[in-house]
């Protein structure tokens, strides 16, 4: 009993001391790149096919990306003289390929070896012409095989640098049948590029995560995990957490009374070092996610933090059916009772955050 008091009062502290009735001091947006779930291996004279999903710039219209790759097992050799070991990379807006974006072959300068990368673009939702950017890697004749790894990075405009548009200067080619129509498409997972920031204990700061998930399924979970890195005196201090979708933000603000009202899987109020949130989000909130970050320290110190989540793709064979009747029945009540324990509580739209009516 002592134990749920002590939890009830802390709560009550966090949510309604005179600095969670402000809103934000800062208000800033995570980069984020695209990876494959794990390394990757290529038998030479092969080609894989990638997909990373923009949901029609939504959330990324104007940024800038640039595919890379990197070789474990050779060294990178693109040199014409003897066995090459280097893997062809293109980039195009569909999965015919026949709109060639990028070509680290094509666009190596003159005299020069392709490079382990593309050169930039800049993605235009009015100028693309379809949903996502498609990425295929073909191996080079050097190696029997490569194992290697894939980065599309993207990167937020910036005033003092200009990058033209994709499809400024596109090649068209013919689509290539036997590549695009027995080639698989990987469906690269979002990664937030981890994000560093400083707040003076007892300010929040308010980071949007913008994610394009896919309407594939009913509902998404991811993880967003908050670190505070060890003090040098080891005094005591950290973050609360507190997630948002875009539907439960208020005034373009993720109040803290809103993502307690809906569940302890969207906020870690434990001021840790190690701060995690967990939610789920079901298909009707899809879009953006906005992280609210309380520092947590003594009176006026600085805290420094670093945010970072993944999206993963949703594994295709989480129902795995044997045919044995007695055995599919447990898996199939197991599996959805997993859902239904995952699924976030229903979102009350008419809620009015304590936080706003004394800011009001």
């Not at 280097?86 to 005299?111: C, E, F, Q, Y």
């Not at 995990?225 to 950290?238: C, F, R, W, Y």
């Not at 109040?255 to 906020?267: A, D, I, L």
């Not at 870690?268 to 079901?282: E, L, Y």
Request: charged share 20%; hydrophobic share 35%; aromatic share 8%.
């Amino acid at each position: 009993m002592a134990m749920i008091l002590l939890t009830i009062t802390a709560m009550t502290a966090l949510l309604f001391s005179p600095a969670s009735a402000a809103g934000p001091v800062t208000r800033k947006t995570m980069t984020i790149s695209y990876a494959p779930d794990s390394a990757l291996v290529i038998n030479e004279g092969d080609t894989q096919m990638f997909r990373a999903p923009l949901c029609r710039g939504m959330y990324l219209d104007k940024w800038t990306f640039k595919a890379k790759v990197y070789m474990m097992n050779v060294p990178w050799d693109a040199s014409e003289v003897g066995d090459d070991s280097w893997l062809h990379i293109k980039v195009s807006n569909g999965p015919d390929m026949t709109k060639i974006v990028r070509d680290n072959a094509r666009d190596a300068s003159a005299g020069a070896d392709p490079q382990p990368f593309t050169k930039p673009f800049t993605y235009d939702s009015t100028t693309w012409g379809s949903d996502d950017i498609y990425i295929s890697v073909t191996a080079s004749q050097g190696n029997p095989t490569f194992q290697y790894g894939l980065e599309l990075s993207a990167d937020q405009p910036r005033d003092d640098l200009v990058i033209p548009d994709g499809m400024d200067g596109v090649d068209t080619v013919s689509e290539n049948h036997s590549l695009t129509r027995g080639c698989k498409i990987t469906t690269l997972d979002q990664v937030a590029v981890p994000f560093n920031d400083q707040l003076t204990s007892g300010d929040s700061g308010q980071y949007k995560i913008p994610f394009c998930i896919e309407d594939t399924y009913d509902q998404r979970s991811l993880t967003v995990t908050t670190l505070v890195p060890e003090s040098i005196n080891e005094a005591p201090g950290g973050v609360a957490s507190f997630l948002c979708t875009s539907s439960m933000m208020k005034v373009d603000t993720c109040w803290r009374s809103v993502v307690t009202k809906r569940g302890g899987q969207f906020y870690d109020p434990s001021g840790a070092k190690v701060n995690a949130v967990t939610p789920t989000i079901p298909k009707a909130e899809y879009g953006s996610l906005y992280l609210l970050v309380l520092a947590q320290g003594n009176y006026h110190d600085k805290v420094d933090f670093t945010i970072t989540t993944k999206l993963r793709s949703p594994p295709t064979d989480s129902l795995k059916l044997t045919g044995h009747s007695e055995k599919d029945l447990h898996s199939v009540l197991s599996y959805l009772k997993n859902s239904y324990e995952n699924k976030a509580a229903p979102l009350d739209p008419d809620f009015q955050p304590e936080e706003l009516k004394e800011e009001l």
